[in-house]
């Protein structure tokens, strides 16, 4: 597979050589353009046409949701993820919902880039080329694998992508009640979601023990 281009909106020049640096360590990925604001972003990448836009939430002259908007009533096909000091919940949620890739809360280290980055490209490598699918082309594309998790009656595809976003979205260990005030469900149901990842082991869950009472379990993907 040829390298992914990768366009990258930053305002910060020290930022930037950062984000730079931490993408030349990468194989697989390509930088073909950098812009410092929204109006200049848009311009280059209309031309460009990148495989990927690293995209700061802070702009001088617009917010870097904005800029995801018009891309996407653009219909620019171009995928993006977030890089940002922005941590609160609706900005994550908005985010997740327009289809960001992922979302870094700054700072961050190499590895959670890498791990981005990586999930990136091995969507994209997995990413159907035919003009025609057939059902097994769709659900390798979504995830939907043998190796993937099978859902047992009473749980349902949609609430469970909900939950896992909202684990990625956290970037930490988070509990169950605040994974479910995130992502606008009850708590008896993302107890439920969570309890089956676990058992599956596709989550970890650590145990914090205060003063009184039974420790608080923390919820975090493996």
Do not use: C
């Amino acid at each position: 597979m040829t390298n992914l281009s990768v366009f990258i909106v930053e305002d910060d020049p020290m930022v930037l050589e950062v984000n730079k640096g931490f993408l030349n360590q990468m194989t697989g990925f390509q930088l073909v353009g950098e812009a410092s604001s929204g109006k200049e972003a848009l311009q280059q990448i209309y031309l460009l046409q990148p495989n990927l836009i690293l995209l700061d939430m802070f702009l001088p002259d617009m917010t870097g949701m904005d800029l995801f908007l018009k891309l996407r009533s653009d219909r620019i096909p171009a995928d993006i993820i977030l890089i940002t000091a922005a941590r609160d919940a609706p900005t994550v949620r908005e985010a997740i919902r327009l289809g960001a890739v992922d979302y870094l809360i700054k700072p961050f280290r190499f590895e959670r880039f890498q791990k981005a980055l990586q999930g990136y490209y091995r969507t994209s490598k997995n990413t159907p080329i035919s003009s025609t699918l057939k059902q097994e082309d769709v659900d390798q594309w979504l995830g939907h694998t043998e190796d993937g998790i099978s859902l047992p009656k009473g749980l349902n595809d949609m609430t469970m992508k909900q939950i896992i976003e909202g684990l990625i979205a956290a970037n930490a260990a988070i509990t169950s009640e605040l994974l479910a005030q995130n992502v606008g469900m009850a708590r008896v149901t993302v107890r439920k979601y969570l309890a089956f990842l676990a058992n599956k082991g596709k989550v970890h869950i650590d145990l914090k023990y205060g003063t009184v009472g039974r420790p608080t379990k923390y919820y975090s993907l493996r």
